[in-house]
Nanobody, 128 residues
Framework: QVQLVESGGGLVQAGESLRLSCAASAASGDMLTINTRAWYRQAPGQQRELVAAITFGGATNYAESTMGRFNISRDNAKKTVSLQMNSLKPEDTAVYYC???????????????????WGQGTQVTVSS
């Protein structure tokens, strides 16, 4: 099974920075490949929204509210995705989730099975 482990997050003041990271791994003997990685966030009483996404090739997509302040990056070899968040605002306060999609190979053999996995979520709180 795909396991995602998130790290980072916390409480900061407006204008400060935080970095979130998420690592994907497969069970022993299995293998996974990744197509897309993304970060979503969900504030209390609101729907989950896309923050940023990045493809295997490095093409990125950002929510308009985060453009110019957030930067998503990935390490294909380490199967990680990170989100550097600068100039944080109180409205960035939310639980942040990583999302990774790809293919999973049991016993490291074909055929692979598509997966869509979510991290456990990490709280980001920005005080004014």
């Amino acid at each position: 099974q795909v396991q995602l482990v998130e790290s980072g997050g916390g409480l900061v003041q407006a204008g400060e920075s935080l970095r979130l990271s998420c690592a994907a791994s497969a069970a022993s003997g299995d293998m996974l490949t990744i197509n897309t990685r993304a970060w979503y966030r969900q504030a209390p009483g609101q729907q989950r929204e896309l923050v940023a996404a990045i493809t295997f090739g490095g093409a990125t997509n950002y929510a308009e509210s985060t453009m110019g302040r957030f930067n998503i990056s990935r390490d294909n070899a380490k199967k990680t995705v990170s989100l550097q968040m600068n100039s944080l605002k109180p409205e960035d306060t939310a639980v942040y989730y990583c999302n990774i999609r790809g293919y999973y190979y049991r016993g490291s053999v074909l055929p692979g099975q598509a997966f869509d996995a979510w991290g456990q979520g990490t709280q980001v709180t920005v005080s004014s």
